[in-house]
T-cell receptor, first 113, second 113 residues
Framework: AQSVTQPDIHITVSEGASLELRCNYSYGATPYLFWYVQSPGQGLQLLLKYFSGDTLVQGIKGFEAEFKRSQSSFNLRKPSVHWSDAAEYFCAVGAEGYQKVTFGTGTKLQVIP | KAGVTQTPRYLIKTRGQQVTLSCSPISGHRSVSWYQQTPGQGLQFLFEYFSETQRNKGNFPGRFSGRQFSNSRSEMNVSTLELGDSALYLC????????????FGSGTQLSVL
């Protein structure tokens, strides 16, 4: 069974500082990996997705993520955080032809001035 | 292009009642998935429908059911509501599901008293 672990429940960073959110997955084959962001009271929006090719994936809003097969990780990064980035971030794993997408428990990001 | 629409936005019910939630996917999308989101359990997969057929189901009791219509609109039903069913119910649509990008609605916030 596929699973996703986000070890950090809550992270606080200063505006302008760099950000890295951790994600580890478990899946037998090559997975589809996603990062979604959720603002309070809203649904989720896709930031980026990886399936194959370049292991460094660029997404929207200046985010990027790196797939490391040897570490079963797909960490999300941003070089300079803006106050509007405060939200909850979810890592997820899916697979082609397999309809269930499994989400991690999320990391809440707080941005301080 | 209209996004995923979920109705109602908020719902208050009492224990033992039943409830029906509605989801209209993005035009042309044939896959609809449902997720339950709670602070303690995070996002949990309920089920996924494609072309009116349930393709995958999560680990929820039989009180949770769903269906999809020929126009891809979907409904989920919860019978004999329990306090623990209080949650944000999110619907997501995509062209074919699985490894694709999911488009989420804003959710229905269900409170069971």
């Amino acid at each position: 069974a596929q699973s996703v672990t986000q070890p950090d429940i809550h992270i606080t960073v200063s505006e302008g500082a760099s950000l890295e959110l951790r994600c580890n997955y478990s899946y037998g084959a090559t997975p589809y990996l996603f990062w979604y962001v959720q603002s309070p009271g809203q649904g989720l929006q896709l930031l980026l997705k990886y399936f194959s090719g370049d292991t460094l994936v660029q997404g929207i809003k200046g985010f990027e993520a790196e797939f490391k097969r040897s570490q079963s990780s797909f960490n999300l990064r941003k070089p300079s955080v803006h106050w509007s980035d405060a939200a909850e971030y979810f890592c997820a794993v899916g697979a082609e032809g397999y309809q269930k997408v499994t989400f991690g428990t999320g990391t809440k990001l707080q941005v301080i001035p | 292009k209209a996004g995923v629409t979920q109705t109602p936005r908020y719902l208050i019910k009492t224990r033992g009642q039943q409830v029906t939630l509605s989801c209209s996917p993005i035009s042309g999308h044939r896959s609809v998935s449902w997720y339950q989101q709670t602070p303690g359990q995070g996002l949990q997969f309920l089920f996924e429908y494609f072309s009116e057929t349930q393709r995958n189901k999560g680990n929820f009791p039989g009180r949770f059911s769903g269906r999809q219509f020929s126009n891809s609109r979907s409904e989920m039903n919860v019978s004999t509501l329990e306090l623990g069913d209080s949650a944000l119910y999110l619907c997501a649509s995509s062209w074919v599901g699985g490894g694709e990008k999911l488009f989420f609605g804003s959710g229905t916030q269900l409170s069971v008293l």
